[in-house]
């Protein structure tokens, strides 16, 4: 069984158990949501199409984590004026679990939840990147409150201990990104990170 599912202005098609992006949510990490728009649904050749919305269907999903995608460059230049502009965008997303499927007919399917959600998107954080990340996991530092109970030296000296070229990272606002991360105060985390670049000030 699938769904055609409707949220953040966006159409997504969800199986029971599956894991997607989506515009981001106003709910905290580990809240559990009912989707009630719902386009379409199919279960073999049976098919229900809403119009718009299948009435009496829904779709379970849990929030999993909060982030921001990888930043997207934006250039600006005008020719014979003297003009040009470099900046950058990274778009805020939420990860969902889908746990479950109601076609509004009496069929349903759905999908065991993870049992602990332990784990952030480190790389949200400015100045942070995959490898580094990588780094953290190694020394169970997993998620944006660990990193917020860490101080800058501490984080250096972990990065030059992983034997890696980590050793140039400014860490100073790691731990002040992660800590508004953890909060859910993403308002405030953007407009500090939108003053940083590799997590230095501008």
């Given at each position: 069984?699938?769904?055609?599912?409707?949220?953040?202005g966006?159409?997504?098609?969800?199986?029971?158990?599956?894991?997607?992006?989506?515009?981001?949510?106003?709910?905290?990490?580990?809240?559990?949501?009912?989707?009630d728009?719902?386009?379409?649904?199919?279960?073999?050749?049976?098919?229900?199409?809403?119009?718009?919305?299948?009435?009496?269907?829904?779709?379970?999903?849990?929030?999993?984590?909060?982030?921001?995608?990888?930043?997207?460059?934006?250039?600006?230049?005008?020719?014979?004026?003297?003009?040009?502009?470099?900046?950058?965008?990274?778009?805020?997303?939420?990860?969902?679990?889908?746990?479950?499927?109601e076609?509004?007919?009496g069929?349903?399917?759905?999908?065991?939840?993870?049992?602990?959600?332990?784990?952030?998107?480190?790389?949200?954080?400015?100045?942070?990147?995959?490898?580094?990340?990588?780094?953290?996991?190694?020394?169970?530092?997993?998620?944006?409150?660990?990193?917020?109970?860490?101080?800058?030296?501490?984080?250096?000296?972990?990065?030059?201990?992983?034997?890696?070229?980590?050793?140039?990272?400014?860490?100073?606002?790691w731990?002040?990104?992660?800590?508004?991360?953890?909060?859910?105060?993403w308002?405030?985390?953007?407009?500090?990170?939108?003053?940083?670049?590799?997590?230095?000030?501008?």
């Open positions: 069984m699938y769904a055609v599912i409707k949220t953040g966006k159409q997504y098609r969800v199986i029971a158990g599956a894991k997607l992006r989506v515009e981001q949510l106003s709910a905290e990490v580990g809240t559990e949501l009912i989707i728009q719902v386009l379409m649904v199919a279960d073999g050749e049976k098919v229900r199409i809403g119009t718009p919305l299948v009435q009496g269907a829904s779709v379970k999903a849990t929030v999993l984590a909060h982030g921001r995608g990888d930043k997207v460059k934006i250039y600006k230049h005008r020719r014979r004026k003297h003009y040009k502009k470099q900046g950058g965008h990274r778009q805020w997303y939420s990860e969902i679990f889908i746990g479950g499927i076609d509004g007919a069929g349903s399917a759905s999908a065991k939840a993870p049992e602990q959600i332990v784990k952030d998107d480190l790389t949200k954080i400015e100045g942070v990147g995959p490898k580094i990340a990588d780094v953290f996991a190694k020394n169970g530092v997993t998620t944006f409150a660990a990193l917020a109970a860490l101080d800058a030296d501490g984080i250096t000296a972990m990065l030059k201990a992983s034997g890696g070229r980590f050793g140039m990272a400014k860490p100073a606002s731990p002040q990104q992660a800590a508004l991360a953890a909060a859910g105060k308002d405030e985390f953007q407009k500090l990170t939108d003053d940083l670049v590799g997590g230095v000030q501008k």
